[in-house]
């Protein structure tokens, strides 16, 4: 088959397999796990061949007309760069992953058929925006994403959590889509088609009329879309849902779409200095934060999810100073690792039956228990925190890289301001994110006190999986010389001066985190037993999810932190803590700013609709209600009333006409 009809099946065996799970998943459940898996994993042989025969060499295009439409035609466009071609090995290989993985983490679940082809569709939907070659048939994909993950983050609707989040996450993805989907319609406009290909042929020829604007509108839509700052908050309120969704939508769909499509469109970016500013200032705001934010939470999968919007914030940086090879290399790396670091804490939270690392701190022999997964996840750890030889240190060099030959005016797309902003951010996050995922680390496997509820051996399909994620984790670093061909970009090697910078940063942030941990240790308090382990020991790994989700709160009076003494978190960021484990208040000032007066606005309508417009409705009818009332009175059914009436009302006609005439005369 050519080049061409592989790609297309790419998509669309994910999608058969969604609706052949979908429709047999109550008739025939024997069928469900070999079309959960057997389509995601024919969809990534052929991912792979289609990245082997592509080679990141020419681009490959194919179009077909859609539907005409009278202005800016749509059609249904294929193309596949060095970009394309490696992003869709990653989705494809985290998709078979998340669904290998759950076939062991979901078994007993009564809804895993709909679970199973919902994330079929969700990589499907992936697929779509990573191959597609027109702006409108990638929204489609952009839409049904944000459609699965409502459903799968609310996948333990029981939880008033899930229920929360997964509303919580539709609502703020739309909020941004809306000034998305305009800035694709004037982006149309101004070139006069949706096609990527052209679009980006009228760019490079001053053909964008309103570049800023344009730019801003699409950057709002890639904010929710990726969680950035401002619109970030739903993304560690969807750690509610299943384990295996976070690892699909941290790693390798949802969140990754937002920062590739901006990789795709950079050129469109670049023509407004403007855009690229306030890219790189949103790429500093939401790193530092998402930092501090994660070294105050107890939730090991919170502390996941902030480290989430931290690296997209440096793939938001890379892009800001006009590196689209370097966010990438970074995207793939940290999909890789960042899966892992998930379906390692599902491990976790099976085992030691609690989501919070407060009680996990007061587990002994964690770490014996799931060799497997300390030993994964001690490899995920180090790519998260960059350290070298790992693949996080060489893809976060990338960014570093790129940032300082921005901020030395070595760029021709991006002010050297946005790349001083990118470095400093970056270094900083770089130490920040040390110190969180050391202290996820300590008080994960190096606890003290009595041993947690024995699960038993962890499935193979789980630890299996955690091995298969290691290997990028570890070796796609050292890749870095052949991805610059793909990405058609200057070497991502890394520099000695970044090198040197952001490893001693990072080191300085494990050993202040060990420190501080060194010196709790053995402060009266630190090993008070603090309750939260919830799960019972025959429990599926699901259920202890669930469960760990439920109780979190109840016990500690946060789904986001504990009153942990023994934390070195608590330490390190002192009269910070607090507001960095409530995400700094954003939530609380989006309530008082927008739910509160909208909701307050809909008290109003109603209040009007009820008590003032239906009361004129009520009102109006009023008086001929009475007037039928007092007829009705009439109505006796007597004939003999009847003919009196009629009687009398002829004697008082006659005796009107009389007097009449006499006045008359």
Same mark, same amino acid.
């Given at each position: 088959?050519?080049?061409?009809?592989?790609?297309?099946?790419?998509?669309?065996?994910?999608?058969?397999?969604?609706?052949?799970?979908?429709?047999?998943?109550?008739?025939?459940?024997?069928?469900?796990?070999?079309?959960?898996?057997?389509?995601?994993?024919?969809?990534?042989?052929?991912?792979?061949?289609?990245?082997?025969?592509?080679?990141?060499?020419?681009?490959?295009?194919?179009?077909?007309?859609?539907?005409?439409?009278?202005?800016?035609?749509?059609?249904?466009?294929?193309?596949?760069?060095?970009?394309?071609?490696?992003?869709?090995?990653?989705?494809?290989?985290?998709?078979?992953?998340?669904?290998?993985?759950?076939?062991?983490?979901?078994?007993?679940?009564?809804?895993?058929?709909?679970?199973?082809?919902?994330?079929?569709?969700?990589?499907?939907?992936?697929?779509?925006?990573?191959?597609?070659?027109?702006?409108?048939?990638?929204?489609?994909?952009?839409?049904?994403?944000?459609?699965?993950?409502?459903?799968?983050?609310?996948?333990?609707?029981?939880?008033?959590?899930?229920?929360?989040?997964?509303?919580?996450?539709?609502?703020?993805?739309?909020?941004?889509?809306?000034?998305?989907?305009?800035?694709?319609?004037?982006?149309?406009? *101004?070139?006069?088609?949706?096609?990527?290909?052209?679009?980006?042929?009228?760019?490079?020829?001053?053909?964008?009329?309103?570049?800023?604007?344009?730019?801003?509108?699409?950057?709002?839509?890639?904010?929710?879309?990726?969680?950035?700052?401002?619109?970030?908050?739903?993304?560690?309120?969807?750690?509610?849902?299943?384990?295996?969704?976070?690892?699909?939508?941290?790693?390798?769909?949802?969140?990754?779409?937002?920062?590739?499509?901006?990789?795709?469109?950079?050129?469109?970016?670049?023509?407004?200095?403007?855009?690229?500013?306030?890219?790189?200032?949103?790429?500093?705001?939401?790193?530092?934060?998402?930092?501090?934010?994660?070294?105050?939470?107890?939730?090991?999968?919170?502390?996941?999810?902030?480290?989430?919007?931290?690296?997209?914030?440096?793939?938001?940086?890379?892009?800001?100073?006009? *590196?689209?090879?370097?966010?990438?290399?970074?995207?793939?790396?940290?999909?890789?690792?960042?899966?892992?670091?998930?379906?390692?804490?599902?491990?976790?939270?099976?085992?030691?039956?609690?989501?919070?690392?407060?009680?996990?701190?007061?587990?002994? *022999?964690?770490?014996?228990?799931?060799?497997?997964?300390?030993?994964?996840?001690?490899?995920?750890?180090?790519?998260?925190?960059?350290?070298?030889?790992?693949?996080?240190?060489?893809?976060?060099?990338?960014?570093?890289?790129?940032?300082?030959?921005?901020?030395?005016? *070595?760029?021709?797309?991006?002010?050297?301001?946005?790349?001083?902003?990118?470095?400093?951010?970056?270094?900083?996050?770089?130490?920040?994110?040390?110190?969180?995922?050391?202290?996820?680390?300590?008080?994960?496997?190096?606890?003290?006190?009595?041993?947690?509820?024995?699960?038993?051996?962890?499935?193979?399909?789980?630890?299996?999986?955690?091995?298969?994620?290691?290997?990028?984790?570890?070796?796609?670093?050292?890749?870095?010389?052949?991805?610059?061909?793909?990405?058609?970009?200057?070497?991502?090697?890394?520099?000695?001066?970044?090198?040197?910078?952001?490893?001693?940063?990072?080191?300085?942030?494990?050993?202040?985190?060990?420190?501080?941990?060194?010196?709790?240790?053995?402060?009266?308090?630190?090993?008070?037993?603090?309750?939260?382990?919830?799960?019972?020991?025959?429990?599926?790994?699901?259920?202890?999810?669930?469960?760990?989700?439920?109780?979190?709160?109840?016990?500690?009076?946060?789904?986001?932190?504990?009153?942990?003494?023994?934390?070195?978190?608590?330490?390190?960021?002192?009269?910070?803590?607090?507001?960095?484990?409530?995400?700094?208040?954003?939530?609380?000032?989006?309530?008082?700013?927008?739910?509160?007066?909208?909701?307050?606005?809909?008290?109003?309508?109603?209040?009007?609709?009820?008590?003032?417009?239906?009361?004129?409705?009520?009102?109006?009818?009023?008086?001929?209600?009475?007037?039928?009332?007092?007829?009705?009175?009439?109505?006796?059914?007597?004939?003999?009333?009847?003919?009196?009436?009629?009687?009398?009302?002829?004697?008082?006609?006659?005796?009107? @006409?009389?007097?009449?005439?006499?006045?008359? @005369?």
């Amino acid at each position: 088959m050519t080049t061409t009809t592989l790609a297309v099946l790419v998509p669309l065996l994910p999608f058969l397999g969604a609706v052949a799970g979908l429709l047999l998943g109550r008739t025939a459940p024997g069928f469900v796990r070999p079309l959960a898996l057997l389509p995601t994993v024919a969809a990534l042989a052929l991912a792979i061949t289609v990245a082997v025969r592509q080679g990141g060499g020419a681009d490959i295009d194919a179009a077909t007309r859609l539907t005409p439409t009278g202005s800016v035609p749509i059609d249904l466009a294929l193309h596949i760069d060095g970009f394309a071609a490696l992003v869709a090995v990653l989705v494809t290989v985290v998709a078979t992953c998340v669904q290998a993985y759950s076939t062991a983490y979901l078994r007993d679940d009564p809804r895993y058929a709909s679970y199973a082809a919902l994330v079929s569709l969700f990589t499907a939907a992936m697929l779509l925006v990573v191959y597609s070659g027109d702006l409108m048939v990638l929204l489609v994909g952009w839409e049904i994403m944000g459609i699965c993950s409502y459903f799968l983050v609310g996948h333990y609707w029981e939880t008033p959590e899930a229920r929360a989040a997964s509303l919580k996450a539709f609502l703020v993805t739309k909020l941004g889509d809306v000034p998305f989907l305009f800035g694709l319609f004037a982006l149309a406009a *101004d070139t006069g088609t949706f096609r990527i290909a052209d679009i980006l042929k009228e760019v490079a020829s001053g053909g964008l009329d309103h570049p800023t604007l344009i730019a801003l509108l699409l950057v709002v839509g890639v904010a929710g879309k990726s969680a950035q700052f401002p619109l970030h908050t739903w993304l560690p309120d969807a750690m509610a849902g299943p384990t295996p969704v976070s690892a699909l939508i941290h790693a390798a769909t949802m969140v990754a779409a937002g920062i590739y499509f901006v990789a795709r469109l950079l050129p469109v970016f670049a023509a407004s200095a403007a855009a690229m500013t306030v890219l790189a200032v949103m790429a500093a705001v939401t790193m530092v934060g998402s930092g501090l934010a994660a070294l105050a939470q107890d939730d090991i999968k919170r502390v996941l999810a902030y480290s989430t919007i931290g690296q997209l914030g440096y793939m938001t940086g890379a892009l800001a100073v006009g *590196d689209a090879g370097a966010a990438v290399f970074h995207l793939l790396s940290h999909g890789a690792f960042k899966a892992l670091l998930f379906l390692g804490a599902g491990v976790i939270i099976h085992a030691a039956g609690t989501n919070s690392l407060a009680a996990m701190s007061r587990t002994g *022999d964690l770490a014996k228990r799931i060799p497997d997964a300390y030993w994964t996840m001690t490899i995920a750890l180090l790519a998260l925190a960059a350290i070298p030889p790992f693949a996080g240190f060489f893809s976060k060099e990338a960014v570093l890289v790129a940032a300082e030959h921005t901020a030395l005016g *070595d760029s021709a797309t991006s002010p050297s301001g946005a790349g001083w902003i990118v470095l400093v951010s970056g270094l900083l996050t770089a130490l920040l994110t040390a110190a969180y995922a050391t202290r996820l680390w300590l008080l994960a496997f190096r606890g003290r006190g009595p041993a947690a509820a024995d699960h038993g051996k962890q499935p193979p399909a789980m630890t299996v999986t955690l091995w298969v994620l290691a290997v990028p984790s570890l070796a796609l670093g050292l890749a870095v010389g052949q991805l610059a061909g793909w990405f058609d970009v200057h070497s991502l090697t890394p520099t000695v001066t970044t090198a040197i910078l952001g490893t001693g940063v990072a080191a300085v942030g494990g050993i202040m985190t060990y420190a501080a941990w060194r010196a709790l240790r053995f402060r009266a308090g630190t090993n008070i037993p603090l309750g939260a382990v919830a799960a019972h020991p025959e429990a599926d790994p699901a259920v202890s999810e669930e469960e760990a989700i439920a109780t979190h709160k109840a016990v500690y009076g946060s789904i986001a932190s504990a009153p942990d003494p023994g934390d070195p978190g608590r330490l390190l960021l002192g009269p910070l803590h607090r507001h960095a484990a409530v995400g700094f208040h954003l939530d609380a000032l989006y309530r008082t700013l927008f739910v509160r007066p909208v909701r307050a606005g809909a008290e109003l309508v109603r209040f009007l609709d009820r008590e003032v417009i239906d009361t004129y409705v009520r009102g109006a009818g009023t008086l001929p209600r009475w007037l039928g009332s007092a007829v009705r009175l009439t109505q006796t059914g007597n004939v003999q009333t009847y003919l009196a009436a009629l009687l009398a009302g002829s004697v008082v006609l006659a005796i009107a @006409a009389v007097l009449v005439a006499a006045a008359g @005369a």
